[in-house]
């Protein structure tokens, strides 16, 4: 539990419901500093609102994280998040000082001997041409897994595997565990498995040269990846992750 005076200032960065957010801390006392990421944090608030989803993914694809705790608002699952019908209580809540902070691991994309981009949820390895398939290979701690030929693969964080993973019958990963949920994408096979790895140890490799096929971090394009070339994950920071009571659980639609 915070001191209330705390929770005086709340930054809100998104689009999708921050001017209700931002009236919401009005209301409740509180002073919102509202814009990009970079003017919001440069007044140091004393928590920070993500307003959707994207808000949240371009927050922790960030060289440096705020040590200010994160409210995601209208996230959807994976993490706690608050729908939009709570947010006035929710900002009530905030600014008084209450909740929990959670930490969430965030993925380092190595290409090579390069770190080449940050993820929250998923990293995914796709054939950048519509119906055309590829084959990967699947390792952890220097070990192949799987080999296969699909048209992609996923890797899922505990914050991810609900989501795009989830679709591709990927189980689902509760927080806190190290692991992370992978599964091929429509492969070829119809006796595909699916994956649950440490977090810290996951690559995957493009095995042969057919169809150009693109390295995706939390749905950013990266960069198209050449066969042979691993890409390795490893838990490169933690993003401090706020709940309160007006969270939704993080594997129930918050709607």
Do not use: K, N
């Amino acid at each position: 539990m915070s001191d209330p005076a705390e929770r005086a200032t709340v930054g809100v960065v998104g689009e999708r419901s921050a001017d209700r957010v931002s009236d919401a801390v009005t209301a409740a006392g509180g002073t919102p500093e509202i814009g990009d990421p970079d003017t919001v944090l440069a007044t140091e608030p004393d928590a920070l609102v993500t307003a959707g989803e994207d808000a949240l993914f371009a927050l922790a694809a960030r060289s440096e994280l705020p040590e200010t705790p994160v409210l995601p608002v209208e996230v959807g699952c994976g993490v706690r998040s608050v729908p939009r019908s709570r947010v006035e209580g929710a900002m009530d809540t905030l600014v008084a000082g209450a909740g929990q902070v959670d930490s969430y691991p965030v993925l380092g994309v190595h290409v090579g001997d390069a770190r080449r981009a940050r993820a929250l949820a998923d990293v995914t390895l796709l054939t950048a041409e519509p119906a055309r398939i590829s084959e990967y290979a699947v390792a952890t701690d220097g070990t192949t897994v799987a080999q296969f030929r699909a048209d992609g693969v996923v890797v899922a964080t505990p914050a991810g595997s609900h989501g795009y993973a989830r679709r591709v019958d990927a189980p689902v990963v509760a927080h806190d565990t190290g692991v992370a949920a992978v599964a091929p994408i429509a492969p070829f096979a119809t006796d595909d498995d699916h994956w649950i790895l440490d977090i810290d140890t996951v690559s995957l490799r493009v095995e042969r040269d057919e169809v150009p096929v693109e390295l995706l971090a939390d749905d950013r394009r990266v960069d198209e990846i050449d066969p042979g070339v691993p890409v390795s994950l490893s838990v490169v920071d933690t993003l401090s992750v706020l709940s309160l009571p007006e969270s939704s659980h993080p594997y129930t639609d918050p709607r």
